[in-house]
């Protein structure tokens, strides 16, 4: 393995994998934190309008789930491309980093929004009583109970979602967004460099570990302060 | 209708829907409960107990008829009214319900910050209110860390933070070890007697009801079959529900004592 490793990362393999590292990165930080705001946004919505929600409202709801289930049935590839003319009006240009951000958070934000309302669904409906029977608005049933409680199983999910957005951000490489996706299929499959495909493999292997780990970690924190 | 009644209910009726059928859950409920009462509604599971209680601080909307508690109908507050009445009324539950990602003290500060009370008052009104219930020592404790007693306790804690009129009680006791139950009740007892705190008591257990209540209704497949002193209903049971729940009970007693010398 360390032989692979010292064969592969040679200084010409750094060159380019650096800058593409840094792309990746750009990417899946502002892809993610554009998830995480409009994910948590619509994933209240869609808690607080179900049928038996603190804010019923049928319709909206349906029509609502319906959007999002539609924009999760698109390919991301479909997305990224359908997308592109709105990130040319945006950004200035349909390629890049920076254009490819509006595609990919499209691609997210359903997925995430579905995973914030599940983590909300698991809190027991008597807390949500108890908070009722002592006169709590809704908004702070919402956020003094509801996101508390089920903050170690949303963590768990923005893992598992953050995950989600780095494999996006790779294949996002295809339509000329850079970063290790785009190492991977200029260099690696293009023109044959085997190392390369092999460094951008090994550097997105890495990533996605320590977003892992780290979710494990920040939830396994809060579970272990709380006496669960 | 007298009144001196504290708490009115009228000709209540509640009926759930399911896809198949509609099942008529209370059924013409007329009760009255006196201030400072430890009142009991008792039926086998199903009867309309619980739901009658939650239609007081109505976390289930009856269909028709009205309650009132004081001066006020509570059937025909607006939603803010109801939330304002909300915070004058505690409930307490059978599976306790604490916020799990707050402390005792983060627990017991919640309806105060509902209320809207400022910090320093929140802050001495939980040490008040801990001490009454014998948790002081437990005050940064999660409920992780309590046992089943102890967060009950914590929970008629949380009910009464912000000195409710009522406290209601649905099968409180019934997840608790006897002893522990005993214990939980011994505590609404003496609250009830500092306080004057009127108390509605849901259970399936005639314990509970010989323990602590004074007044108690017995429910039947969604109708009051039966109402009166606790004295009145345990010697001379009409009630099918009440024939029953006598009979094990002295049965019970019977094997128990049986057991107890020996033979």
């Known amino acids: 393995m360390i032989e692979v490793i010292k064969k592969v990362f040679t200084l010409d393999t750094w060159k380019v994998i650096l800058p593409a590292i840094g792309d990746t990165l750009f990417m899946t930080v502002f892809t993610t934190v554009l998830m995480a705001i409009f994910g948590v946004l619509l994933g209240v919505a869609l808690f607080l309008t179900q049928r038996d929600g603190l804010r019923p409202l049928r319709v909206f709801n349906a029509v609502f789930g319906a959007i999002i289930n539609a924009l999760r049935s698109l390919p991301s590839m479909v997305i990224i491309i359908l997308t592109m003319p709105l990130a040319k009006l945006i950004v200035g240009k349909s390629w890049g980093p920076a254009a490819v951000i509006i595609a990919l958070t499209l691609t997210c934000v359903p997925m995430f929004a579905r995973m914030v309302e599940s983590s909300f669904l698991e809190v027991p409906r008597g807390k949500v009583e108890a908070a009722k029977s002592i006169g709590a608005r809704t908004w702070e049933i919402m956020f003094k109970v509801v996101l508390p409680e089920s903050l170690p199983s949303l963590i768990r999910n923005f893992t598992i979602a953050i995950i989600a957005v780095i494999s996006v951000t790779a294949l996002a490489g295809f339509f000329g967004a850079g970063g290790l996706g785009d190492v991977a299929v200029r260099f690696g499959w293009n023109r044959f460099l085997t190392h390369m495909m092999v460094a951008a493999v090994l550097v997105l292997i890495v990533i996605v570990e320590f977003v892992q780990i780290g979710g494990d970690i920040w939830a396994k924190h809060v579970v272990r302060k709380r006496h669960l | ?263």
């Open chain 2, 1 to 263: 209708m007298s009144n001196n009644a504290f708490i009115r209910i009228e000709h209540l009726y509640k009926t759930f829907s399911t896809q198949k059928e509609q099942i008529e859950v209370l059924k013409d409920i007329n009760l009255e409960i006196e201030k400072g009462d430890i009142f009991g509604i008792v039926g086998f599971s199903g009867a309309g107990k619980s739901t009658l209680l939650r239609c007081i601080n109505r976390l289930e909307e009856p269909d028709s008829g009205s309650v009132f508690v004081g001066e006020q109908e509570i059937t025909a507050l607006a939603h803010d009214e109801l939330l304002a009445f909300r915070r004058k009324l505690g409930m307490i539950f059978q599976q306790f319900n604490l916020l799990d990602s707050r402390t005792v003290r983060g627990n017991v500060s919640f309806p105060l910050e509902v209320a809207r009370l400022n910090r320093a008052d929140i802050a001495r009104r939980v040490d008040e209110i801990l001490e009454l219930v014998d948790l002081s020592d437990r005050i940064s404790f999660f409920p992780g860390q309590l046992s089943g007693g102890q967060k009950q306790r914590v929970g008629i804690a949380r009910a009464l933070a912000n000195d409710p009129v009522v406290l209601l009680s649905d099968e409180a006791t019934s997840a608790l070890d006897p002893q522990i139950a005993l214990s939980v009740l011994d505590l609404l007892r003496s609250i009830n007697e500092k306080l004057g705190l009127t108390i509605i008591v849901v259970t399936h257990q005639l314990e509970v009801v010989k323990y602590a209540c004074r007044h108690i209704a017995v429910l039947e497949a969604g109708s009051i079959v039966e109402q009166g002193s606790v004295a009145q209903v345990l010697t001379n049971p009409t009630s099918d529900t009440m024939q029953v729940f006598v009979k094990v009970n002295s049965n019970l007693t019977a094997g128990a004592l049986t057991e107890g010398s020996g033979i």
